[in-house]
């Protein structure tokens, strides 16, 4: 019989079938990766990608996949922030326009960071219950990372026995404010004239093409 | 279970903090795959487009869904990651199955096509020559060994060219399943050649 025949129609004892085979394919993937011979560990397994077209496309598919995206994507993680507060101060610095005051409170304080691998996404500042500071990097907005960091927040505050959170935001940031009430933040005052070039904000300042002036206190029941 | 692994699980279990956060980007990572899946196998499946766009979205929820459901079942044996992309490499080619028959209806009455079998087992131009003197024997074989749901696999797959996945949604069945009577009737027909003498 010619080989094309006799190899398409040979079976091979050792063939384990579909059903185990993908049952193990992403072990059978990270060894490859992690530069082991896996049909040493998983005959069976090497048999059936052998002769199963559509798993051994599978295969190729996962192994793929793993080879391009692992190295990039971690999980998204908040953990607190032990380091150099410094290194954090962009992203401060994307939630306060005044220098001088980012510097009164910068150190105070617990820092939860996000990230995702290797890179802060975002952060948020906790004294007291009150949410002084919290940012979510440009690139990364729209991925629930505030919302997670608000839960981080909420579960923090809760362990320190506080019943209530409070946060402070500029009435002109409208994205802001409707972040914080889609979190459970409800509106409890108003600050008039807060942000104020004697307080170090520069003149002229605007959100959302609002003057910004007035400061908007809200709170949330823990 | 590697530190990744372990912040993935911790993350996705009910009521963890972050839980709807950890979900939104795991979600944005299967649909990455199931694109660069889908754009990989386009060309044998003639998918592009919109129509690619929306099976990798249907994919990758579809594959969220089964993985939370299975969350409790992942001991660490790989990466989560590895873990996770499985689940959406497999509902990939279950889509590309269901997809076949909506697009490809003509394929479903093919005629059993003897001539076309050196093409879809992947005969080498030389070997094609002999090929004539086998094919009676064989399909003999085929008609006389072969059970009738054998025969219709066979039938399917290698007479009709009909994609292993297509029939297995075609059928209502398993992968598993279609293979295992393919395997039985490649077994088969093995042996009713070596009987014959076409093969030892």
Not at chain 1, 15 to 41: I, M, S, W
Not at chain 2, 71 to 78: C, D, I, N, W, Y
Request: proline share 4%.
């Amino acid at each position: 019989m010619q080989p094309d025949l006799d190899s398409f129609l040979r079976t091979d004892p050792r063939d384990v079938g579909c059903e185990q085979a993908l049952a193990v394919l992403h072990t059978y993937v990270d060894l490859v990766l992690d530069g082991e011979r896996p049909e040493e560990h998983f005959p069976g397994v090497a048999a059936h990608l052998r002769a199963c077209g559509p798993c051994n496309e599978d295969y190729e598919g996962l192994l793929e996949a793993a080879r391009t995206m692992v190295a990039q994507d971690g999980p998204l993680v908040v953990e607190p922030f032990d380091g150099d507060r410094a290194q954090l101060r962009a992203l401060f610095e994307e939630a306060e326009d005044s220098a001088e005051q980012l510097d009164g409170y910068i150190s105070a304080g617990t820092v939860l960071v996000a990230r995702v691998g290797e890179e802060i996404v975002g952060h948020l500042q906790l004294a007291a219950g009150e949410i002084l500071n919290m940012a979510v990097a440009d690139h990364c907005r729209g991925h629930g990372i505030g919302r997670a960091l608000i839960e981080h927040a909420v579960a923090l505050a809760r362990g320190d026995g506080r019943a209530l959170m409070t946060v402070a935001t500029a009435t002109a940031d409208i994205g802001t404010l409707r972040f914080y009430q889609r979190c459970g933040f409800r509106l409890r005052s108003i600050e008039r004239d807060a942000f104020t070039p004697r307080r170090g904000y520069p003149e002229d300042l605007t959100a959302d093409g609002i003057p910004v002036r007035d400061r908007v206190w809200l709170d949330l029941e823990l | 279970m590697d530190s990744d692994s372990a912040r993935w699980v911790a993350a996705l279990a009910p009521g963890a903090p972050g839980r709807d956060a950890a979900i939104t980007r795991l979600h944005e990572l299967l649909l990455r795959v199931a694109r660069s899946e889908l754009r990989r196998r386009r060309s044998r499946w003639g998918i592009d487009g919109p129509e690619l766009e929306d099976l990798a979205h249907h994919a990758a929820s579809d594959a969220l869904l089964a993985l939370l459901a299975k969350l409790e079942q992942f001991r660490g044996e790989s990466r989560f990651t590895t873990w996770a992309y499985r689940f959406v490499v497999l509902e990939v080619s279950m889509k590309l199955g269901r997809h076949f028959w909506r697009t490809a209806g003509a394929h479903e009455n093919a005629d059993e096509d003897w001539e076309l079998v050196p093409d879809r087992i992947g005969m080498s131009p030389h070997a094609r020559a002999e090929w004539h003197d086998l094919v009676g024997e064989l399909a003999r074989a085929v008609d006389e060994d072969l059970t009738p749901h054998q025969r219709r696999v066979f039938g399917a797959i290698v007479l009709r060219g009909t994609p292993l996945d297509a029939l297995v949604a075609e059928l209502d069945t398993t992968r598993g399943a279609i293979y295992k009577a393919m395997f039985d009737a490649r077994r088969k027909l093995r042996q009713a050649l070596v009987a014959s003498g076409y093969a030892t």
